[in-house]
């Protein structure tokens, strides 16, 4: 089987390193997506000696929260498409592996043909969906987390907006005709899925400009309206859906250290990878989890 990483990237290039190496196998094909804002940083000649690394060329000005995330996952998805891959697999640059790659081959091998899209589980607050998708985020793209003074300013002005949309009743999911779902944004997905994924892209740009946090939407909606949604792995359990452990509950997310590395070291055979780690403020745990595994 042959495998696409799709990583996403803009810190952490120490971490980033270690994952190409990781991924340094006759199967895979790496697809590196090094944020816009990224401006001195290159990527080492020759780190990978048996994998295919292709570094995107005009990359995305990715901005938390705004469609800019969106487009650089479609963007990924169609360079990459542009080879024969099995399966495609969405990834931050600050994951970090729990087992050895022969572990990932032989799940995959095992589930060849399923879907790795993770679902919320439980009733979802409707107004979820009008918060982040039926008003207008006009500056969502330039604001990101907002913490400097115009983003500040962009965001009041766009809160502005909202509230005067929300006064008058605009909603723009009320002409759907679709389900809309939700989710975590990272998936590992079969290449039938990805083709289709890319065949829906006027729909999406059209249907997600201007949204917030719509990362989590898009790729749910398109399943829970196709008959792939007939082909996703076990749904009871949503991080085992998405092969990555993230804790939410200690942080947004939580950032692992040293003292998480038997918690790590114990969770159940089919997370794969977990996320965020911080080689900054913590380089022992990344070093001890890759030590593991290379």
């Known amino acids: 089987m042959k495998h696409a990483w799709l990583i996403i990237a803009h810190n952490n290039f120490e971490i980033l390193e270690n994952l190409l190496k990781y991924f340094d196998h006759e199967c895979n094909n790496i697809y590196l997506h090094l944020d816009k804002k990224v401006k001195c940083y290159q990527v080492p000649e020759n780190i990978c000696k048996k994998a295919i690394l292709y570094v995107v060329p005009n990359p995305v000005n990715v901005m ?8 650089c996952e479609m963007k990924l998805l169609e360079i990459a498409l542009k080879d024969k ?26 589930h060849k043909g399923k879907e790795f899209v993770g679902f919320v589980d439980g009733e979802i607050d409707p107004k979820l969906y009008l918060d982040r998708v039926g008003v207008h985020h006009y500056f969502q793209n330039f604001i990101g987390k907002r913490d400097k003074f115009i983003g500040k300013v962009l965001n009041k002005f766009q809160n502005m907006i909202i509230k005067l949309e929300l006064i008058f009743g605009i909603d723009r999911n009320k002409k759907n005709n679709f389900l809309l779902s939700y989710g975590p944004n990272w998936f590992s997905i079969t290449d039938d899925f990805a083709k289709y994924v890319v065949s829906q892209k006027k729909f999406i740009s059209k249907r997600f400009k201007f949204s917030f946090c719509a990362d989590e939407i898009f790729l749910q909606t398109l399943m829970v309206n196709s008959t792939f949604k007939n ?49 900054q403020k913590s380089p022992e745990i990344v070093e001890k989890l890759f030590k593991d595994v290379l």
Not at 248 to 262: I, Q, S
Request: glycine share 6%; net charge negative; hydrophobic share 35%.
């Open 64 to 71: 938390w929260g705004g469609s800019s995330q969106i487009e």
């Open 85 to 110: 891959n099995d399966y495609y697999h969405l990834i931050s640059g600050v994951d970090v592996p729990l087992q050895k790659f022969s572990a990932i081959e032989n799940f995959f091998q095992i």
């Open 231 to 279: 082909k996703n792995y076990s749904i009871e359990n949503n991080e085992n859906q998405i092969l990555r452990h993230i804790d939410w509950d200690r942080g947004n997310p939580y950032t692992f250290g040293l003292e998480d590395y038997e918690l790590l070291k114990n969770l159940p055979k089919e997370f794969f990878f977990a996320r965020k780690f911080d080689y």
